[in-house]
């Protein structure tokens, strides 16, 4: 299995960006979909994260109600919807895949892309 996020880049605050990682494999519905950040300096956290059939997702305190997490199991791709973005939330994003919703640790990770806000 093989992650790749892109949508990266440089924003103003207040702005907007969209995040997409595609993943490879047959099984990409059942996978339990997250994205985390890394800020420089920083510790990589939790921001998003959606079961196999994209419902009750859940968030992070610090992005709640700006971010949105979703997929497309036919395009075999999770999104990551970025809205009313602060500088705060400048890191290197990264998508993450794991087979039991249960565990702690993910399996597969991608290889990241950055997101810089401006103030």
């Known amino acids: 299995v093989q992650l790749q996020a892109f949508g990266g880049g440089l924003v103003r605050a207040g702005g907007s960006l969209r995040l997409s990682c595609a993943v490879s494999?047959?099984?990409?519905?059942?996978?339990?979909m997250g994205w985390f950040r890394q800020a420089p300096g920083k510790e990589r956290e939790f921001v998003a994260a959606?079961?196999?059939?994209?419902?009750?997702?859940y968030y992070a305190d610090s992005v709640k109600g700006r971010f949105t997490i979703s997929r497309d199991n036919a395009k075999n791709t999770v999104y990551l919807q970025m809205n009313s973005l602060k500088p705060e939330d400048t890191a290197v994003y990264y998508c993450?895949?794991?087979?039991?919703?249960?565990?702690?640790?993910?399996?597969?990770w991608g290889q990241g892309t950055l997101v810089t806000v401006s103030s």
């Open positions: 494999g047959r099984t990409f519905s059942t996978y339990f």
């Open positions: 959606t079961s196999w059939s994209g419902s009750n997702p």
């Open positions: 993450a895949a794991k087979g039991n919703p249960l565990v702690r640790d993910y399996d597969y």
